[in-house]
C-alpha cells in the first residue's frame, strides 16, 4: 500500500523540531530511521498528517563517555553501535544485538533512540536497555528531562514521551572490573522479530559472587519485561549450575508470552528459560576474561 498524504518538515536544530510537535500536536510524528514508522504508514497502521524529519539536527549521533557514564544519541545508526571501539571495550552486548535486527540495509539507517520510543516489546533494545539499567533523556519544551528505563515503557507502543518530546540521547552506567554482557534472541529466520530474547549483564567479583546483575526479555511480554526475581536469585551468590537454573526458571515462570506463527506459549517459556541459562554463563565467561 502507499501512505496517505502526509506534511513533511525538516528542522535543522531541535528547538525548531520542538516548536513543530507543539504547532502539530498528535497529529505528528518523529522521523529518525523510519524502518519501524514507514511500514506502519504504508499499511496505514498510522497516518501521521505531519512528519518531522529529526536526522538533519546536528549533535544527535555521538557516542562518548563522560562522568562514568557512556552517552548515546538517539540518532546513533545500528551500524554505528555495532562498529564502535567504545562499546567493543565496554559492552560486548551491543556487537551482540546489533548483528541481529535485521539486515545492514536496515542497520544502516535504524536508530537507537528510534528502536526505543517506538515502544515495541518486540524491539530487541529494549531488553538491553533494562540488563545495562540505562536511562533515556527526553527534551521537550521545558527542557530535558531523565527517565529511568524501567519507568519508560508504558504499554503496547507506548512510552513515557509527551507528545512534544524527543528521546535525545541514551545514558548507560559504566561497568566497573569483572562486568560482562551477552545478548541472545531465537529466531525463525535472519532478521525476524525474536520468538525469545534475552539481555543478561553481570559484574562479579574477585572471589566470583554476584555483585550485580541485569537482565531483560524481548518479545515475551507485552512490553519489555526485566526479569526481577532472576536477578534477586544471582545477586550475592556464586554461579553454581543450580543457581543459574533457578535464575532460569523465575524468568520462564514470569514472562508472558502469547502463542502465534513463531510457538505456543509453553515452547516460548521453555525458549526463555534455556537463553537465560546460556546467556549467563556467556556474560560471565566475559566478565572473567
Do not use: W
Not at 116 to 126: I, K, R, S, T, V
Not at 261 to 268: I, M, N, S
Amino acid at each position: 500500500m502507499i501512505a496517505a498524504e502526509f506534511n513533511y518538515e525538516a528542522p535543522t536544530t531541535l528547538d525548531e523540531a520542538i516548536a513543530l510537535l507543539q504547532k502539530y500536536g498528535d497529529e505528528a510524528k518523529i522521523l529518525s530511521g523510519g524502518h519501524s514508522l514507514i511500514p506502519m504508514m504504508k499499511l496505514r497502521f498510522a497516518s501521521p498528517e505531519h512528519i518531522i524529519d529529526i536526522n538533519n539536527i546536528p549533535g544527535l549521533s555521538d557516542i562518548t563517555i563522560e562522568d562514568q557514564t557512556l552517552k548515546i544519541g538517539a540518532l546513533t545508526r545500528e551500524a554505528q553501535l555495532e562498529h564502535s571501539d567504545v562499546l567493543k571495550q565496554h559492552f560486548p552486548i551491543f556487537g551482540d544485538v546489533t548483528k541481529l535486527i535485521a539486515d545492514p540495509q536496515v542497520r544502516n539507517m535504524g536508530t537507537l533512540g528510534g528502536n526505543l520510543a517506538h515502544g515495541d516489546a518486540a524491539n530487541d533494545h529494549p531488553a538491553v536497555m533494562m540488563a545495562l539499567n540505562a536511562t533515556v533523556v527526553a527534551t521537550g519544551p521545558e527542557g530535558s528531562r531523565e527517565i529511568p528505563i524501567d519507568e519508560f515503557f508504558y504499554g503496547f507502543y507506548t512510552t513515557a514521551l509527551q507528545p512534544d518530546d524527543i528521546l535525545t540521547e541514551i545514558r548507560i552506567p559504566l561497568p566497573g572490573p569483572g562486568t560482562g554482557s551477552a545478548y541472545h534472541k531465537l529466531e525463525r529466520k535472519v532478521g525476524d522479530y525474536a520468538t525469545a530474547g534475552v539481555a543478561v549483564q553481570l559484574t562479579l567479583d574477585s572471589n566470583g559472587v554476584v555483585t550485580y546483575a541485569g537482565i531483560g526479555l524481548t518479545n515475551v511480554n507485552p512490553v519489555p519485561l526485566r526479569a526481577a526475581r532472576s536477578e534477586e536469585a544471582l545477586l550475592g551468590k556464586t554461579l553454581s549450575d543450580e543457581v543459574i537454573a533457578e535464575a532460569a526458571q523465575y524468568a520462564s515462570e514470569d514472562c508472558n508470552p502469547s502463542s502465534d506463527l513463531r510457538g505456543d506459549e509453553e515452547y516460548k517459556r521453555a525458549m526463555v528459560g534455556v537463553l537465560v541459562k546460556r546467556m549467563i554463563h556467556k556474560a560471565a565467561e566475559r566478565a572473567m576474561a
